[in-house]
């Protein structure tokens, strides 16, 4: 059990699609996660080149590459789509707390106010 959660820890720090996947799901990047998606090309390009080796007669264990890199493929292709729904559900809530804090003021008979800023929304 501690060797997985040492292998776990050790691929989510130093795993490159880890690392921009992790990258993505803060607030800050969440817009980023379509343009990574672009980075699933040289992943598939990559397993479709080490494919061909192995048809050609090269070593079996290129396979192993193959596998890889048709799973970070699959991850990157996925991490757009998700990120724009969570950024769609970060902005509803924003909205929300944004009209809540302006309701507030109104009832409180703050007359004069600039409109809210969210920390969420600068940076």
Request: hydrophobic content about 50%; aromatic content about 8%.
């Given at each position: ?6 292998s776990y ?6 795993m ?5 996947i992790d990258?993505?799901?803060t607030?800050r990047g ?6 990574a998606m ?8 990559s397993?479709?080149?080490c494919r061909?080796?192995?048809?050609a007669g090269?070593?079996g264990w290129?396979n192993?590459?193959v ?5 970070n493929?699959?991850k990157?292709?996925?991490v ?6 969570k950024?769609?559900a970060?902005?509803?809530r924003e909205?929300v ?12 008979g703050?007359e004069h106010?600039?409109e809210?800023?969210l920390l969420s929304r600068?940076?």
């Amino acid at each position: 059990m501690a060797a997985t959660d040492r292998s776990y820890f050790f691929l989510r720090r130093f795993m490159p699609t880890a690392i921009v996947i992790d990258a993505i799901n803060t607030r800050r990047g969440l817009k980023w996660g379509v343009p990574a998606m672009l980075l699933a090309g040289p992943y598939a390009f990559s397993a479709l080149f080490c494919r061909a080796q192995v048809d050609a007669g090269g070593p079996g264990w290129l396979n192993l590459l193959v596998i890889l890199c048709l799973w970070n493929t699959l991850k990157l292709l996925l991490v757009g789509p998700i990120s724009l729904v969570k950024l769609m559900a970060v902005r509803v809530r924003e909205a929300v707390a944004r009209r809540r804090t302006i309701r507030t003021l109104l009832a409180d008979g703050v007359e004069h106010f600039n409109e809210p800023i969210l920390l969420s929304r600068h940076g």
